[in-house]
């Protein structure tokens, strides 16, 4: 049975979808204004694996991820860069797409924009108008907070705490100094649409609401994003869907602790900012990965050059059992000895670590177990039947690469980086190909590889390849 630690109950509740077999899923997405950092990445690892892992149980999921593609630092961005804001949300859109692809992220089912639901948006503005918790000041709309008797629930901020703790901008217009913008009046310079209430644009907590509701329904199971996001956005995007639907608007809420660099709170003026893209120019996607799944999502998580270098030194011990049993099976090196070997003990490990509110650290030891155990048997000299090789590959493949994607699948041995990476560049450049409706290029570069026994396989997702 699968508990998860709910900020809003503030306990570990046991998980009960809405849908019996289905999980509906939102975790908030990056703001397109620059490239992402190593502290963004591990909360979209962290729900990668979340996710991961309710396939990996057998539900069906939905999984969305929006796009904040209009905000003030894109329009910041655009002006420093002389160029139009949309400009910048493309750029960074599609560097955003890459970078997750490169650590192994899963693509959500649905990327929603900003942009693409103003009206859905509006709509939602327009609701709590009616409701009466939401006023229009001369263009702007706000959300007065006073209005919504839960505000506050997923915090635990008070109003009064808010007002005493907090300093913050008095703005004249607004009627409480706390009511937030759903809608912010045009300003010269900046993008806008038409709403009823004038030309502008949405706030950023609206957009969230809005996209979640459209996505996956007025109530849905569950929301994650990283700890920083619980105030305001967080208790905001609750206070705006409960506020218009009436309705509980997530079940549960995941939140992913902060990550330190060297003790330090990651920060440019420090100079130990990085973003992703700079590290994994240093590190590989199954390192990262493993390093984050060795702490569990919601603590705090230190980041060192000496902590990454241990953990690539370690998981090189599953990537060798893997590669071992592989090669094992490909080779034909097999037998008929079928050794006493408790699979299933592990299955059941490893599944009790995940079902206690994805106790990652935990799982990754399961495997690290039962690695130290396989090893001990595959050396021992004897010849093994192919099913027992494959049982053991396939608990591999179902957790260390099915919901963690710590090991690589690819192992031609040497040089294997490179092939793969000039593989992925031909696949690229094939899917270029399509999109310009080149076909023949397409195929050529199929069939070629092909020739050297390198099988694309096309699915709706990606494309992926097989050696012969
Ligand atoms: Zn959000």
């Not at 630690?5 to 046991?14: P, V």
């Not at 997530?250 to 990550?259: D, E, K, P, S």
């Not at 690229?428 to 396989?457: F, M, T």
């Amino acid at each position: 049975m699968l508990r998860i630690y709910n900020t809003l109950t503030r306990s570990k509740d046991e998980f009960k979808p809405i849908t019996p077999g289905e999980v509906t899923m939102y975790t908030c997405g990056p703001t397109v204004y620059d490239y992402f950092h190593i502290g963004n990445a591990r909360s979209f690892i962290m729900s990668d694996m979340i996710r991961r892992y309710l396939l990996y149980s057998g539900y069906k999921v939905k999984y969305v991820m929006n796009i904040t593609d209009i905000d003030d630092k894109i329009i910041k961005r655009a002006n420093e860069e002389g160029i139009d804001a949309r400009q910048v949300a493309e750029n960074y859109t599609r560097a955003f797409l890459e970078d997750i692809e490169k650590i192994k992220i899963k693509k959500a089912d649905v990327y929603p924009k900003a942009t693409d639901h103003i009206h859905d948006i509006i709509s939602m503005i327009a609701r709590l108008i009616d409701n009466g918790i939401a006023y229009n000041a001369d263009g702007d709309v706000f959300y007065e907070i006073s209005k919504f008797n839960g505000y506050g629930k997923l915090s635990g901020k008070n109003t009064e705490d808010l007002e005493a703790g907090a300093r913050v901008e008095v703005n004249e217009i607004k009627n409480n100094p706390f009511d937030f913008a759903l809608w912010k009046k045009h300003k010269e310079g900046e993008p806008y649409w038409e709403s009823p209430w004038g030309n502008g644009r949405p706030g950023w907590h609206i957009e969230c609401s809005a996209m979640g509701c459209k996505h996956l329904g007025e109530t849905f199971d569950i929301h994650s994003g990283g700890t920083d996001l619980i105030f305001p956005h967080h208790e905001n995007e609750i206070a705006q869907s409960e506020g218009a639907t009436g309705k509980q608007f997530v079940n549960y809420w995941i939140h992913f602790g902060f990550l330190n660099i060297d003790n330090e709170k990651m920060s440019k003026s420090l100079g130990n900012f990085f973003t992703l893209r700079d590290f994994i120019k240093k590190y590989d996607a199954e390192t990262l990965r493993y390093f984050y799944a060795q702490t569990h999502y919601a603590s705090p998580l230190n980041f060192t050059d000496e902590a990454l270098s241990a953990s690539a030194k370690g998981l090189e011990r599953i990537q060798n059992l893997y590669d071992k049993l592989n090669e094992m099976i490909s080779s034909g090196d097999t037998g008929t000895e079928e050794p006493a070997f408790d699979l299933a003990g592990y299955y059941t490990s490893f599944n009790e670590s995940m079902d206690d509110d994805f106790n990652t650290p935990k799982a990754v030891a399961v495997i690290f177990d039962f690695a130290k155990d396989a090893n001990r048997i595959i050396h021992s000299g004897a010849k093994f039947t192919r099913g027992f090789l494959e049982s053991l590959k396939e608990f591999m493949d179902k957790t260390a690469v099915g919901v963690f994607e710590i090991i690589k699948v690819h192992d031609a041995g040497a040089g294997r980086d490179l092939a793969d990476d000039l593989i992925g560049i031909l696949i690229k450049v094939r899917q270029e190909a399509k999109i310009s409706k080149n076909y023949a290029l397409a195929d050529l570069i199929r069939n070629e590889l092909n020739a050297l026994g390198v099988i694309l396989q096309d699915s709706k997702e990606k494309t992926t390849y097989k050696i012969h």
